[in-house]
């Protein structure tokens, strides 16, 4: 019997070597677990923080859209407004040409009523630049 209790003694000396090895294995599983659980929420972390810078940037270009929209709202405005004035002022020039008359023949109008001024007002005129 002493064989056997040598046999036994020995096969429950590899169980136990067997159970340490298996709770090695799994101490370095679960350290193994912990690093990539770690690694997963420092990845998580980063990408969280690039999603948010980028969102920042597009919160910022979106802003300076909408300012240079507002600025091309306004001048395109401004400029329906100059266009009224200018379609006013070639719907005048039209009229004239409509009538024959011309740049020369406004001008010439115009000479016509100075001249009419001054010929009803000469002898105003006259004595004023004589002084008396």
């Known amino acids: 019997m002493p064989t056997t209790n040598r ?3 020995m096969m429950i000396g590899g169980l136990m070597q067997a159970t340490q ?3 090695r294995d799994i101490t370095e599983i679960r350290r193994d677990i912990k690093d990539s659980d770690a690694r997963a929420a420092l990845s998580y972390e980063q990408s969280e923080q690039r999603a948010a ?3 920042s940037k597009m919160y910022a270009k979106t802003d300076e859209l ?7 709202e306004s001048a395109v405005a401004a400029l329906s407004d100059d266009m009224t004035e200018v379609k006013a002022v070639t719907a005048e020039v039209t009229r004239w040409k409509l009538m024959g008359l011309g740049a020369l023949g406004v001008t010439g109008m115009a000479a016509a009523a ?3 001024l001054i010929t009803a007002y000469w002898t105003d005129i ?5 002084g008396g």
């Open 66 to 72: 909408a300012g240079r929209f507002t600025k091309t």
């Open 7 to 9: 046999s036994l003694e």
């Open 114 to 116: 100075v001249a009419s």
């Open 21 to 23: 090895d298996m709770q």
């Open 126 to 130: 006259w004595r004023v630049l004589r």
């Open 53 to 55: 810078a980028s969102r």
